[in-house]
Nanobody, 124 residues
Framework: QVQLVESGGGLVQAGGSLRVSCAASGRTFSNYGMGWFRRAPGKEREFVACISWSGGSTYYGDSVKGRFTISRDNVKNTVYLEMNSLKPEDTAVYYC?????????????????WGQGTEVTVSS
């Protein structure tokens, strides 16, 4: 069992930056690939970014590529999502997830554990 707790969400103006974090506890964090997903009001869940267990591989959704950066610290058992050049369309609840595999994985259905989410609101 892995417990995931997101933090760092909030209100930011368009063009600003924000970093959200996901702290993991339970099983060995470094055994899990990690991902960030988001759900905007009235929309389907969307893949944002993912990272392999070592941090050596990352993938991004097309809408955030070049603006967001995912990283992880296996000593602190934490994964981060650095968000720059934020747009109002980035407004969503951001969820951290873990899957039992070493690779970076963009498919939500393959994730085993999910956090409760942290809300990010970007004002225009």
């Amino acid at each position: 069992q892995v417990q995931l707790v997101e933090s760092g969400g909030g209100l930011v103006q368009a063009g600003g930056s924000l970093r959200v974090s996901c702290a993991a506890s339970g099983r060995t964090f470094s055994n899990y690939g990690m991902g960030w997903f988001r759900r905007a009001p009235g929309k389907e869940r969307e893949f944002v970014a993912c990272i392999s267990w070592s941090g050596g591989s990352t993938y991004y959704g097309d809408s955030v590529k070049g603006r967001f950066t995912i990283s992880r610290d296996n000593v602190k058992n934490t994964v981060y999502l650095e968000m720059n050049s934020l747009k109002p369309e980035d407004t969503a609840v951001y969820y951290c997830a873990a899957h039992r595999g070493p690779y970076a994985n963009r498919y939500a259905y393959q994730y085993d554990y999910w956090g409760q989410g942290t809300e990010v609101t970007v004002s225009s």
